[in-house]
């Protein structure tokens, strides 16, 4: 079994500007282990747009490198390659799924696996699902820092890896 695991940061949405990824992560689960190697990840020139108040991630001491960075369908080749044909896997994927969408709205991804779906319906007891309290609770955060060493959360690479690292176990426990 393979299935492709990813992250966006967006913009969030502000009047008159629509929400935007600026960053993309990526890495894949094969047979029930994350494969490092997979790891991929690209920032998105968004211009000088404002970003919501409560998007969250790192974007304003990256502005510089936004700034320059590839538009989202130059990319669309790389990113495809990546994502056709395969399942992919989100922690509560409408906002993955919806930022595909507008990259490829004529496009069909997935099928789609919802880490969020599946752990409440696997752990209907749990206090929190956010996806950072889920590693917590599942002792999963040293295996997920030493994916993305020096990351922490809201950034999309760090994000897809410790989903993965989430499906990976959801995925060995019998629940997909």
């Avoid at 990259?103 to 997935?110: D, E, Q, Y």
């Avoid at 950072?132 to 760090?158: K, N, S």
Wanted: hydrophobic share 45%; proline share 7%; aromatic share 10%.
């Amino acid at each position: 079994m393979r299935f492709t695991v990813l992250d966006f940061e967006t913009t969030g949405v502000v009047k008159g500007w629509p929400n935007e990824p600026w960053q993309l992560g990526l890495v894949d689960v094969v047979d029930g282990e994350v494969v490092p190697e997979t790891k991929w990840e690209t920032l998105f020139r968004v211009g000088n747009r404002p970003f919501s108040p409560r998007a969250v991630g790192r974007y304003a001491e990256r502005r510089d490198e936004l700034a320059v960075a590839p538009e989202p369908m130059s990319l669309w080749p790389e990113i495809s390659a990546r994502l056709l044909g395969r399942p992919l896997v989100a922690h509560n994927v409408s906002t993955e799924r919806t930022m595909l969408t507008k990259l490829a709205p004529m496009t069909a991804f997935g099928p789609w696996i919802d880490t969020l779906r599946f752990a409440r319906a696997r752990y209907p007891k749990l206090e929190s699902y956010a996806l950072g309290d889920l590693i917590a609770a599942f002792g999963l955060q040293a295996e997920v820092d030493a994916l993305c060493p020096g990351r922490t959360w809201h950034d999309a690479l760090y994000d897809a890896c410790a989903c993965a690292v989430l499906a990976a176990r959801l995925a060995r426990g019998g629940l997909f």
